[in-house]
């Protein structure tokens, strides 16, 4: 499947010094979610980088299972000095180990938009979340503008592919028929690269519980997984 992993394998070395540039939003987004995070729970966080927000936030809550399918990206993160109740590991969101209700917030930041099916990940991020459970995805959301396509077209001339354009609206739309109560949004950083935060909690009902078997099923029906 191609789903950038062969760029972040090459380009984890790097990653760091360059979301420094992305320094002064990640800040913003850590002062957006610090108020949902309380000192008796666990988060996971799905597609965690060399941990721009799992190093900052993970000393608010009482543990923090900071994951990546890049097993580059967390050799690079473990680099860092980092919390005790901080552990990182190599994980694919779509097919995560964790038991049903197991965290109380999953967040997955700026990954929905270069995963080719990321109602995988959300249906994952669903089955592990305990009911009334935080999703934190704050997401890049350039939309359909002259200027976001033409930075997209400089994206992939390295390799890197964004597989989902979406307007904040957009995203938010996509969640919610993810099965995920809409709860904050805000638009963070420039008017060149927008960043959407959202916030949303898992709210079980017969509609997204139905969803969420169908998509788990499908997961389970797919001949790569069949064969792994």
Excluded at 51 to 67: D, F, I, K, M, N
Aim: aromatic share 10%; net charge positive; with cysteine.
């Amino acid at each position: 499947m191609d789903d950038n992993k062969q760029f972040w394998e090459r380009f984890s070395r790097h990653y760091s010094g360059f979301m420094r540039r992305s320094q002064a939003t990640y800040q913003q987004i850590c002062k957006a979610m610090r108020p949902f995070l309380k000192r008796d729970m666990d988060v996971l966080e799905l597609a965690c980088g060399t941990g721009q927000l799992s190093v900052p936030l993970s000393p608010c809550v009482r543990s923090w299972e900071a994951t990546d399918f890049s097993a580059e990206m967390i050799h690079q993160a473990k680099k860092q000095v980092y919390s005790s109740r901080l552990h990182f590991s190599v994980q694919d969101a779509t097919k995560l180990p964790y038991g049903p209700e197991s965290f109380d917030a999953v967040v997955i930041s700026n990954a929905l938009h270069v995963m080719p099916h990321p109602e995988k990940a959300l249906a994952e991020a669903w089955r592990v979340l305990k009911p009334g459970g935080w999703l934190f995805a704050p997401t890049f959301v350039w939309g359909k503008s002259r200027s976001a396509r033409l930075r997209l077209w400089f994206m992939g001339l390295s390799g890197f592919r964004v597989y989902h354009v979406w307007t904040a609206g957009e995203l938010m739309a996509y969640l919610s028929e993810c099965g995920y109560s809409i709860v904050r949004h805000q638009l963070l950083g420039s008017s060149l690269v927008p960043l959407c935060c959202l916030i949303a909690r898992k709210i079980p009902d017969e509609r997204t519980a139905a969803r969420q078997t169908t998509v788990r099923s499908a997961q389970l029906d797919d001949p790569k997984v069949k064969k792994e």
